[in-house]
């Protein structure tokens, strides 16, 4: 079995429901390329958004796992998205004699790293101890209004067009992002058809905490809506994350430096 097909990527992740937990067992697990980090984390965020909660305690089994250079920057940054939007603490245990040494060494100096166990009952104990912020009910303001920003979805009959102005703006949580996605579709399932989307990225901005939930709606929306897309002057690290994104399905992200190299794109996309 391919070790990074859907199956053999489930193996690997546990929920434990009651102790809010998510075990994930990357054990011997060899990232050669940045199509199996995305493949890895996709896998994650997608058993987290099934499962209706979106904060875990992470338990991370780390023994015997490689990561290699090719790999290195899209395991690095994916992981630091995942755990930054639901992971509620982190502990990593691996039996290794490597791992018992280290501990021992660096225990009661500087070096000493209070999240790493070598057994995973400490690690699971150690999770215990920590709070959890699921009781802590978290509002998130809404930084955007309906009436303003459906302004900047213009439909062109005469193009088959929807111009996608996102230009400027900031998703800094999850709230944000299903305020304007919802506000995007209802906008067109009015229309009772779907569009070319040219989507204005300059100076567009999505905070760690929101980049989950913008994948998710954003890749619906897309498939459900759009007949093809082009994006135009994002940010190079918005850029770089969704190349990263859409590398492991297969799909090309069309971005374009400016609006005529957009428009110039999608006229392909036409013929």
């Known amino acids: 079995m391919d070790p990074f097909s859907h199956d053999a990527l489930d193996d690997r992740i546990t929920m434990h429901e009651a102790a809010e937990v998510l075990e994930l067992d990357l054990s011997g697990l060899v990232f050669k390329e940045s199509d199996h980090a995305n493949a890895w984390y996709d896998r994650v965020e997608m058993r987290i958004a099934e499962s209706g909660e979106n904060l875990w305690f992470f338990l991370v089994t780390g023994g015997g796992y490689r990561v290699w250079d090719e790999a290195w920057f899209a395991f690095t940054r994916r992981g630091k998205e995942t755990h930054a939007a639901h992971s509620m603490a982190t502990v990593r245990w691996d039996d290794s004699d490597l791992t018992r040494k280290q501990i021992e060494k660096t225990r009661g100096t500087d070096l000493f790293d209070p999240n790493l166990f070598a057994a995973r009952d400490d690690a699971m104990a150690a999770l215990k101890e920590m709070h959890s912020k699921r009781r802590e009910r978290i509002v998130h303001v809404p930084n955007y209004r309906r009436f303003s920003f459906?302004?900047?979805f213009v439909f062109r009959p005469r193009e088959d067009r929807l111009d996608i102005d996102?230009?400027?703006?900031?998703?800094?949580h999850s709230r944000d992002v299903h305020d304007i996605y919802n506000w995007l579709e209802h906008a067109i399932r009015a229309t009772g058809k779907s569009w070319w989307f040219l989507m204005d990225y300059s100076h567009f901005r999505i905070e760690q905490g929101a980049w989950v939930a913008y994948d998710q709606r954003n890749t619906a929306c897309e498939s459900t809506f759009a007949k093809g897309v082009v994006r135009f002057a994002p940010r190079a690290e918005t850029e770089t994350d969704i190349r990263?994104?859409?590398?492991a399905?297969?799909?090309?992200?069309?971005?374009?430096?400016?609006?005529?190299?957009a428009l110039a794109r999608l006229a392909e996309l036409f013929s």
């Not at 996102?166 to 800094?172: C, D, I, L, Y």
């Not at 990263?244 to 590398?247: A, F, T």
């Not at 399905?249 to 190299?261: F, K, L, Y």
């Open 249 to 261: 399905r297969g799909t090309r992200p069309n971005i374009r430096n400016t609006r005529d190299e």
């Open 244 to 247: 990263l994104r859409m590398e």
């Open 150 to 152: 459906t302004k900047r």
């Open 166 to 172: 996102f230009s400027h703006v900031t998703m800094e």
